[in-house]
Nanobody
Framework: QVQLVESGGGLVQAGGSLRLSCAAS????????MGWFRQAPGKERQFVAA????????YYADSVKGQFTVSRDNAKNTVYLQMNSLKPEDTAVYYC??????????????????????WGQGTQVTVSS
């Protein structure tokens, strides 16, 4: 099982940027697609972005397309989420997660939390207006 640790969250003004990182332990990181989710207080966990094992394929929630970019560096066992033009509604705890299924190269539908088997502890992102 992959162990995941997120970092890079914080407080930022609307319009600002943050880059989240998710460091994975274990030599099997590169065979798993990775995802980012977020959860605001009182709301369900929401899919944000996903990236395939090679990094060639990505998938975004409509709400963050053109605003967020997911990437990965398999040599560093790390996945990133670059968040630009942040808005107050982006405020949430952000989680990274590893796919349950190894070697996934694409998605036919929006990834769901149940598709992922390993989760980080989350990092808080707060966007002030």
């Amino acid at each position: 099982q992959v162990q995941l640790v997120e970092s890079g969250g914080g407080l930022v003004q609307a319009g600002g940027s943050l880059r989240l990182s998710c460091a994975a332990s274990g030599r099997t990181f590169s065979i798993y697609a990775m995802g980012w989710f977020r959860q605001a207080p009182g709301k369900e966990r929401q899919f944000v972005a996903a990236i395939s094992t090679s990094g060639i394929s990505t998938y975004y929630a409509d709400s963050v397309k053109g605003q967020f970019t997911v990437s990965r560096d398999n040599a560093k066992n790390t996945v990133y989420l670059q968040m630009n033009s942040l808005k107050p509604e982006d405020t949430a705890v952000y989680y990274c997660a590893a796919d349950r299924t190894p070697y996934r190269s694409s998605w036919l539908r929006s990834p769901a939390p149940g598709d992922f088997g390993s989760w980080g502890q989350g990092t808080q992102v707060t966007v002030s207006s």
